[in-house]
């Protein structure tokens, strides 16, 4: 099978959802598939020499509005010659804007599906625009919700969120296919060797973070939990691992509470490295209530960390309270956080206990698993395309109302978060805006021509 992922985030980008393609193009490309990624560019450079030959990189303006991420330029993607060249049997697009409208445009002129996996609730990122409001967030759900209706199917990481999209609106299929890791690669790290490197006593206990730091992710409240508790247990050690924007933040928070000697700041690491510091933790502590599946946690089980974690959509699928760790109430605050790591770091048995349940949950995502099952997904899809391929349109009148419908459906997204008016009311402005001549083109209710939904699993 001929696979192309479009993916506004990748390799040398660090993050989940630039993790999680890397992972589908490796294991699709070991069993036999030809793949190829189509991502932006990064000031940073490009991937590794074996991931890369299976990328073309859109030309984009990198560190948009002074962040990590790259936005691809207008049109760049229509001039690569290679995009042109891959005969795609079917597109997976792994975000709803930028790139993911070129998923859809590339899509409806080869008469192939599109599958879009909802990695990230869009709403709790809008901190990345230029201009921010409660309004820019209902504009990025509304946007995801409207994407995924022109798609064939949709891949939820989690069960909570494919609860989530579909209150939203989300009416095609929508499978649930967590995001797949290596677990027998990341359960192979040396504890002894990250103490050795970062200057960690060996009797003292780790509580560890790993992850982009940044305003999404919480890191202030979990600073001073992290904090509070490292006050309480003077012998014990934070462990940070990643770098972003929050840093300089999460340090002041430390120093003011008197701990900063005790907190070590590893950056961002990769590889043996990385496993490493993941083995030295005795306790993983996460705030985020960003997740779709919270894919760090199954990394770090699989290296047989338990994890204390505030409820959230995808937290809660990993993490079972009194078994692999703690789920604490969303509302919980930073005073209980920090009681509960100090009470996990005082019972030596029942972390041990908790870190072998933690294995036993990670194994539960392994990417053997998960791409066996994606890989299903994509054969009833292609199978089902090609069953109805007679009766589409031709790829130009295709291209032509893929076209009416992004445009309907942004400015659907637009109107509806500016006035807070019903689905309906919306989609008939949108088709205005829009021109759509097809009834069809504003509703965001139905998939683009030639892409057919399959059945829901």
């Known amino acids: 099978m001929n696979i192309c992922h479009f993916t506004n985030t990748f390799s040398p980008h660090v993050g989940g959802v630039a993790r999680a393609v890397q992972t589908l193009l490796e294991d699709q490309r070991e069993a036999g598939h030809r793949v190829l990624v189509v991502a932006p560019e990064f000031a940073e450079g490009a991937a590794p020499p074996r991931v890369e030959r299976s990328v073309v990189r859109i030309a984009a303006l990198t560190h948009f509005n002074q962040s990590d991420f790259s936005v691809r330029l207008p049109l760049a993607a229509a001039l690569e010659e290679r995009l042109a060249e891959f005969p795609a049997d079917l597109i997976h697009a792994h975000h709803p804007f930028l790139l993911g409208d070129t998923a859809l445009r590339e899509a409806a002129k080869r008469g192939v599906p599109v599958v879009f996996t909802h990695h990230t609730l869009y709403e709790h990122y809008t901190h990345y625009l230029p201009v921010q409001s409660e309004a820019a967030g209902e504009f990025a759900a509304e946007v995801a919700t409207r994407f995924a209706n022109r798609c064939a199917a949709v891949v939820a990481p989690s069960r909570s969120v ?10 095609v299929p929508v499978h649930v296919i967590p995001t797949g890791i290596d677990t027998t690669l990341l359960s192979t790290g040396d504890r002894n060797e990250a103490r050795i490197a970062f200057n960690i006593p060996d009797e003292a206990t780790v509580i560890g973070h790993l992850g982009r730091l940044a305003a999404e992710k919480n890191l202030r409240y979990l600073a001073v939990s992290i904090g509070l508790a490292l006050r309480a247990r003077p012998e014990a050690r934070a462990l940070i691992v990643g770098e972003g924007p929050a840093r300089a933040e999460m340090e002041e928070v430390f120093a003011s509470l008197g701990v900063g000697a005790s907190v070590v700041f590893a950056g961002k690491l990769t590889g043996r490295r990385l496993r490493d510091a993941c083995a030295t933790m005795d306790l993983f502590a996460f705030a985020s209530q960003s997740e779709t599946q919270g894919l760090v946690l199954a990394e770090v089980m699989a290296a047989g960390a338990p994890v204390v974690a505030l409820d959230a959509s995808g937290v809660r699928e990993m993490v079972r309270d009194g078994k692999n760790g703690r789920l604490l109430p969303a509302d919980a ?40 099952r994606l890989i299903s997904l994509y054969d009833g899809l ?76």
């Not at 494919?162 to 009416?171: A, K, M, N, Q, Y």
């Not at 100090?342 to 972390?351: D, E, I, P, W």
């Not at 009148?397 to 006035?419: P, S």
């Open 162 to 171: 494919r609860d989530l999209i579909v209150s939203r609106g989300v009416t």
């Open 333 to 372: 605050s930073e005073e209980f956080f920090a009681r509960v790591l100090v009470n996990a770091l005082r019972r030596v048995a029942t972390r041990l206990r908790w870190a072998e349940a933690a294995r036993r949950t990670a194994a539960t995502v392994d990417r053997v698993r998960t791409n066996r």
């Open 382 to 457: 292609v199978r089902e395309q090609s069953r109805v391929s007679r009766e589409a349109p031709s790829p130009a009148l295709a291209r032509l109302v893929t076209e009416g419908q992004i445009i309907a459906d942004k400015a659907g997204a637009f109107f509806r978060a500016v006035t807070g008016a019903s689905s309906a009311v919306a989609a008939a402005a949108a088709a205005s805006v829009a021109g759509a001549e097809s009834p069809e083109a504003g509703t965001g209710a139905g998939p683009a021509p030639g892409l057919v939904p399959a059945a829901s699993s």
